[in-house]
């Protein structure tokens, strides 16, 4: 069972500082798996690396790229880069043969909703 706590604008997790800020990306930084699952709307990748590009920078804040930096370094990704934890991470994209433009904003609302519900959960 971990153990949380918070610092500032950190959470501790098992003695590991956690940036509070969600770590923004283009979808060209994150390098997919294989696909966890399909829905109506949208599919699910596993994520094998999130690998930011310098290029992007200019567009973030520090808080913003402090967290891009920790979820592409030691931020409990697969290959556990020298953290104790052992995080995977996952990611749902609107689905690349999703042929119903009309339908994009309702399914944009539809991820809108459960990314809503996600947040209320104490993981």
């Known amino acids: 069972m971990s153990r949380t706590t918070t610092n500032g604008g950190r959470r501790i997790i098992d003695d590991e500082e ?14 997919r798996g294989r696909r ?7 599919d699910v990748f596993e994520v094998q690396q999130f690998k930011p590009q310098s290029k992007h920078n200019g567009k ?9 930096q ?5 931020g ?4 556990n ?5 052992n995080t995977k991470y996952a990611v749902k994209c609107v689905r690349e043969d999703f042929d119903k433009p009309h339908m994009f904003r309702v399914a944009a609302m539809d991820m809108q909703r459960e990314v809503n519900i996600l947040t209320t959960i104490d993981y």
């Open 70 to 74: 920790y979820y592409a370094g030691s």
């Open 81 to 85: 880069g020298g953290s104790s934890r």
């Open 60 to 68: 973030f804040d520090s808080e913003e790229l402090d967290a891009r």
């Open 76 to 79: 409990g990704q697969q290959q």
């Open 36 to 42: 966890l699952g399909r829905g109506s709307f949208g």
């Open 18 to 31: 956690v940036p509070d800020e969600v770590a923004p990306y283009y979808p060209d930084e994150i390098i």
